[in-house]
């Protein structure tokens, strides 16, 4: 089991910044995968951005080249940087962690909320 708890959620404003942690009760290091989604008001969760194990990130198109992922293996926390806000950004972002074991494991987190506006 693998418990995550996001923080750093709250009122940003367009074109400011946010940063998101995310916090894990074990080691990550043998986390295969972990990723961002969010889901805004009326809308299905979406993928955000991943990162890999060996650091390979990957970002939805929207937020190409204003978020940024990192993991900390030594802090045990996944993070996302968000830059240049946007009001359609507002929704509650869940942190992800998948194992590839067999079956394979999959955790979320509870959600922060994130409100973009001024």
């Known amino acids: 089991q693998v418990q995550l708890v996001e923080s750093g959620g709250g009122l940003g404003q367009p074109g400011g910044s946010l940063r998101l942690s995310c916090a894990a009760d074990t080691s990550i290091f043998g986390i295969n995968l972990m990723a961002w989604y969010r889901q805004a008001p009326g809308k299905e969760r979406e993928l955000v951005a991943t990162?890999?194990?060996?650091?390979?990130?990957t970002y939805a198109d929207f937020v190409k080249g204003r978020f940024t992922i990192g993991r900390d293996n030594a802090k045990n926390t996944l993070s996302l940087q968000m830059n240049s806000l946007k009001p359609e950004d507002t929704a509650v972002y869940y942190c992800?962690?998948?194992?590839?074991?067999?079956?394979?494991?999959?955790?979320w987190g509870k959600g922060t909320p994130v409100t973009v506006s001024s």
């Open positions: 992800f962690a998948k194992i590839v074991s067999l079956p394979p494991q999959e955790y």
């Open positions: 990162i890999t194990r060996g650091g390979t990130t």
